[in-house]
Structure formats: structure tokens, C-alpha cells
């Protein structure tokens, strides 16, 4: 397994990646020219021959190997370091990043007659809605929240710890009987 390296210069992706789009008929149909950006972090493995960027919300681009068998590597890397959501074109693609747990989220036809549909995908995000006994404001408990670390933020609370909260079903659900809801909702 190659170990990815982060804030490589775009310029230095940048020149790695036209290279491999040049080199590879596979890689230049599925992926976009690069284009610069400032508001992103470019990730390349030790050997220079895979890479990503993650922009700025954790849109995954980029994604390019030149040694077979490394995508789901590839996507494993970029889900540790950020990435959340992206576009790719239909195809061993879409199951790639399946595999991973990324779902579609949008679809359009490819602006290239005949070509591939263009196709976002985001890894879905498991929020848990809590209704607080004392103020009755209804917050979300974000996924990573470990019980006892939330905290209560509503304006007429005096920050209750979760253990002290009463949990019920948010009124989205159409029932009152006393539980958590998992809400489940999709990155961009």
C-alpha cells in the first residue's frame, strides 16, 4: 500500500497528472483536464504514480493511477483525508466509488454525444436528533458525538449533558413514541 502525500504544489500535480493523461487512453476518458486551484489540498503517492485532490467541502477530483490495482487504495486514502462528495462519468467508476460507501446523488447526460452520464455521488452522513427534556429544543447529535460529550446548546439551557436528555422521535417521522431517529443524509 502506498502512503499519500499531502500538500504537494498543484503545479507538481499538475504536471504528474497531464503526464499520466497522456500516457494512459484510460485515464485521459475518465477525467477532466487539471485545472489549478487554490482551495485545495493535492495528494500524490510516494511513487508518483496515483494522486487526488480534495477542494475546499470535500469534493474528491482528480483521482488518477497509473498502476493497476490501486484504486480502491486510491479512494480508501481520500476518504481518510477528507473527501466526501464527487462527479464522476458511469461506468467501473461509480461501482469503484460503491464500494466505498458512495451514493448517487444526481445524474445528467454526458455533453458529449454518445459518452458516459456524468454522475455525483456523496458518502452518506448518519446524524441522531435529540429533543431536550428541560428547554424542548430539538438538536442534532452529530455522528461522531460519543453520549456523553454533547452538550445541550439551547438558548433557555444550562447545558445538559446528553445523559440527561430526553430522546423521542423528531416530528418528520410522524410518531411520538420515545426512541432516536437516524436521520440519514447525503453530502452535496
Do not use: Q
Amino acid at each position: 500500500m502506498s502512503s499519500y502525500s499531502r500538500n504537494v504544489t498543484s503545479t507538481v500535480f499538475g504536471l504528474v497528472f497531464d503526464a499520466a493523461r497522456e500516457a494512459s487512453p484510460r485515464i485521459a476518458e475518465a477525467t477532466s483536464p487539471f485545472e489549478v486551484s487554490t482551495d485545495a489540498a493535492h495528494f500524490l503517492a510516494e511513487d508518483g504514480r496515483s494522486g487526488f485532490v480534495i477542494r475546499t467541502g470535500g469534493e474528491l477530483t482528480n483521482v488518477f493511477s497509473t498502476v493497476s490495482g490501486r484504486g480502491d487504495e486510491l479512494v480508501a486514502a481520500a476518504i481518510a483525508a477528507g473527501a466526501t462528495h464527487l462527479d464522476c462519468f458511469e461506468g467501473y467508476l461509480t461501482a469503484l466509488y460503491g464500494r466505498h460507501g458512495f451514493v448517487e446523488t444526481a445524474r445528467e447526460a454526458n455533453w458529449t454525444p454518445g459518452g458516459p452520464a456524468v454522475v455525483w455521488m456523496g458518502l452518506p452522513v448518519v446524524e441522531t436528533v435529540a429533543r431536550c427534556a428541560d428547554c424542548d429544543g430539538a438538536y442534532v447529535i452529530p455522528a461522531a458525538a460519543d453520549g456523553p460529550d454533547f452538550v445541550c446548546g439551547g438558548a433557555d439551557c444550562e447545558g445538559l449533558n446528553v445523559a440527561d436528555l430526553s430522546l423521542e422521535w423528531d416530528e418528520r417521522n410522524g410518531t411520538t413514541a420515545t426512541g432516536v431517529l437516524t436521520i440519514l443524509t447525503l453530502a452535496h
